[in-house]
């Protein structure tokens, strides 16, 4: 069974750049899209963007101006970088894999949040 | 971006008791429509996709139903491990969008 760890930097000054990984255990890198998800209390659950093995990328579009996704395939690993952060960025950040059924996209497996606080 | 709306924003069960969560679309999106479940400390998990289909490993007393704006996710008999906050999300169209969470907690 497939795991994903999500891992990074936990307290952000506002402006700073929001940084984080999430590492892929077992199974099939390149058979999908990776995603990342964030949960806030103001705006619940907020997709944030994804992006596939080959390097592909679809991003929120109330956050592409300030988000990048990135995919490390020797590592088995891709990353999100949030620029120009504030305290509506503090939030549980969520890695997951975004998997097809036949013409049905599906969230199947998530890592555990990581935290992520903006404060001055 | 389509906006889902779950009802009730929370619940209170008894173990054996029938659960019904609604979800709505704002524009019609066929069957393409997700539930998770999600607990405390842990990473949410995939109840139903495709607005009905149970993914292997997910016990046959979550079923799901609808399709174009209105859809809903039924417990039949509630069990412990079922008290959690449940989300449904559009498949249909990026930005793939979740609705705000129903809470079911016990009575």
């Known amino acids: 069974q497939e795991q994903l760890q999500p891992w990074g930097a936990g307290l952000l000054k506002p402006s700073e750049t929001l940084s984080l990984t999430c590492s892929i255990y077992g199974g099939s890198f390149s058979d999908y899209y990776w995603i990342w998800i964030r949960k806030s209390p103001g705006k619940g659950l907020e997709w944030i963007g994804e992006?596939?093995?080959?390097?592909?990328?679809n991003y929120n579009p109330s956050l592409r101006s300030r988000v990048t996704i990135s995919v490390d395939t020797s590592k088995n690993q891709f990353s999100l970088k949030v620029n120009s952060v504030t305290a509506a960025d503090t939030a549980a950040y969520y890695c997951?894999?975004?998997?097809?059924?036949?013409?049905?996209?599906?969230?199947?497996?998530w890592g555990k949040g990581t935290t992520v606080t903006v404060s001055s | 971006d389509i906006q889902m709306t779950q009802s009730p924003s929370s619940l209170s069960a008894s173990v054996g008791d029938r659960v019904t969560i609604t979800c709505r679309a704002s524009q019609t999106i066929s069957t393409y429509l997700n539930w998770y479940q999600e607990k405390p400390g842990k990473a949410p998990q995939v109840l139903i996709f495709?607005?009905?289909s149970l993914p292997s490993g997910v016990p046959p007393r979550f079923t799901g139903s609808g399709s174009g704006t209105e859809f809903t996710l039924t417990i039949s008999s509630v069990q412990p491990d079922d008290f959690a906050t449940y989300y449904c999300q559009q498949s249909y169209r990026i930005p793939w969008t979740f609705g705000q969470g129903t809470k079911v907690e016990i009575k």
């Open positions: 997951a894999r975004h998997a097809r059924n036949n013409y049905h996209y599906l969230m199947d497996v």
């Open positions: 495709a607005a009905s």
């Open positions: 992006i596939n093995h080959s390097g592909s990328a």
